[in-house]
């Protein structure tokens, strides 16, 4: 093509793009002047594409040179301006950027207008300069650039109370634009149909939440309303987790309790993908002529999902209120859930400030502690686990000790259960092996293990267990379906695990013969567990091999034997299909509670999976323990479970735990610390 072709250009482009992540700055700006040259030749008169060129030398110099940056900016925002009139989200993004610049020079009445003008031109019908006005939610060209310009002008905002103003309505601002950006993303979040947007989507999100617990919490403490603002924190950090699998397990809920037909589950998925083409059209900027049809459509089948989802709310209120009705659990719900010896601690890092916040909630207190995030804490977090792993006694007990200081807060005597919702990396720490006090002990016996002191269990958010509680079964039947394969194909590279075959019988004879169900060895295949059978069982325990892919969630598995339809792996995304309706669900296997960290939803793996597939309560491992301190464990947790079946499982887990501890022999953390409970 020569050099001076349209593809060059756009080659070009590109590596000046892989330049700038690289940080090889000068390489990028090179590139990205060819570009520009090329484009200047085939478009004399100007074009989006030089526009897009000057853009992003503008953000290769706002690393270094930002009065140069700001000029290439200006040139673009001119060009683009010049190609798609007043209204584009291009224009949006570049407005952005030259916001971000004043913001910088602590400019913040001209940022505060950069953004809102980027807001203007991102919103069809919304022209309003004043900066305490922000558009209808659905109103836009780009969903995800209007969610940046909104979050940008509430940065601008608090950042201007603090470096300025010192007045409380730059604040309320603040959090009403954040808010405005909560209801955005729930709207984008619900009009996507991919699960990996969603939860791209929850990356972003999360520094929308992030933001508004840092502000929400600040509000209270200098605003006699302390009470309100301290819930609407509480508020923001639950809403960063696990919001795609909240989503995912009410659509299910929906689909599978609410007796609404399969055509109308079809024509609602069919509905929501034409918005989300219309919407993807629309915000590359068509032609004047194909906008006007594109919006006049997207009217159209706005109109026409209205209508069904009115249809859905008359015909069908089950399925309505199950899919579309989710709110947000307030701390009042919460509270009316919990006894007088029972305290949740939600955990939030905010990873941009450094900080961790505590929700402490008990039946009748409220509490938030808000603590510097020490530079060391993602090095103590993976020594935590290096420690327990690998049974490294110095590292295990400086890391718990610096981990217990931030983790572990002071309690009324009176709690003895703990429901921890963990955030980001704590996801994947035993809390149980923290300790409750200062370590004076020499041996794992005398140590103050967290367990010793509190029953506890972990849930995904305060959402997900408000959700399941609403869910949970009257009126547990003693029904078991136990399975071990014990041996494995050799193209699997696994060892056997001749302790489950022990473990499994010895559970089975806890148990009435009516209700159990045990599969070992060939019958522990992979076509009876996806057979449907599993429904019918109140508790499920599987004592097999289990792995995590923390690169791709969805082919995490768990090893069972190859049947005549099936290879024997049921991966994660298997798992989701499965019909469960269990009150515990038991993975007796390797590493079974790991899985990839994402922001915005935690850890993403096979506890996930059974979540969403039905189980209310699961025990998952973190690491690989012999098989035979497993067995013991688990026997010693199922005769307490029946011979205690008022109490709830979290308390059985702990006093199978400190039975191991009290008889020494597997009395290290090692042993009894990666089986948790992940429920109510």
Sequence with gaps: HGKEHRKIAIASTNIGTMYRQLELYGDAVNNFETALSIWKKI????????????????????????????????????????????????????????????????????????????????????????????????????????????????QALEARH??????????????????????????????????????????????????????????????????????VAFYFAEKSKSAVLQESIAEAEAKSFAGIPNDLVEQEKSLKSTIAFLLQKLSQKPTPEEEKSLRESLFSINREYNVFVKRLETDYPNYFNLKFNQSAPTLQGLQKILDEKTAIISYFIADKSKRIYQFIITKKSFRIKNLALPDSFEKYTKGLSNGLLFSEM????????????????????????????????????PFEALFYGKNKGADYHSMPFAVKRFAISYEFSAGLLAQKLKSNSAAPALSIFLCA????????????????????????????EKGTSIVKYADASEDLIKSGTLSKFNYLHFATHGIVDEVDPELSRIFLQAG?????????????????????????????????????????????????????????????????????????????????????????????????????????????????????
């Design 162 to 231: 603090f470096g300025k103003t010192l007045k409380m309505e730059d604040l309320k601002l603040a959090l009403s634009t954040l808010s405005s950006c909560d209801t955005l993303i729930d709207i984008i979040r619900h009009h996507s149909s991919d699960e990996n947007d969603k939860i791209e989507l929850g990356e972003s999100a999360n520094e929308v939440y992030e933001d508004g617990v840092r502000i929400a919490q600040t509000m209270s403490e200098i605003s006699l309303d302390f009470k309100h603002y301290r819930e």
């Design 564 to 680: 005549k339809k099936e290879d024997g792996n049921l991966f994660a995304g298997e798992i989701y299909n499965l019909n469960l309706n269990a009150d515990l669900a038991v993975l007796s296997a390797c590493q079974t509670g790991l899985g990839k960290f994402s922001k915005g939803e935690g850890v993403i793996g096979l506890s996930r999976a059974l979540v969403y597939a039905g189980a209310r309560n699961i025990i998952v491992s973190f690491w690989s323990v012999a098989d035979e301190s497993t067995s013991q464990l688990m026997t010693d947790f199922y005769k307490i479970m029946l011979k205690n079946r008022n109490q709830n499982f979290r308390e059985t887990l702990q006093q199978a735990k400190m039975k191991m501890i009290s008889e020494r022999k597997y009395d290290a953390p090692y042993y009894w610390a990666p089986f948790v409970l992940i429920g109510f």
């Design 485 to 512: 394969p014990v041996t494995f194909p050799a193209k699997d590279d696994l060892n056997e695990l001749p302790g489950t075959e022990t473990e499994v019988n010895t559970i089975a004879n806890l148990f009435s």
């Design 43 to 154: 478009y004399p008169n100007g074009h989006p594409n030089q526009a897009f060129a000057l853009f992003n030398l503008g953000l290769t110099y706002s690393k270094g040179d930002k009065k140069a940056a700001l000029g290439y900016f200006e040139k673009a925002l001119d060009l683009y301006r010049q190609s798609y009139g007043s209204k584009h989200p291009a224009i949006s993004t570049v407005l952005n950027q030259i916001g971000s610049l004043k913001l910088e020079n602590n400019l913040y009445t001209e940022a505060l207008n950069s953004f809102q003008d980027a807001i203007i031109s991102n919103a069809p019908s919304f022209d309003v300069q004043d900066i305490t006005k922000n558009p209808r939610v659905n109103d836009y060209y780009n969903g995800k650039v209007l969610l940046y310009s909104l979050r940008l002008k509430a």
């Design 394 to 429: 110095n590292t295990y007990l400086e890391s718990a000790s610096m981990l217990s200081r931030i983790l572990i807060p002071a309690l009324p005597g009176s709690i003895t259960d703990l429901v921890i919702i963990p955030s980001g990396r704590l996801g994947t720490i």
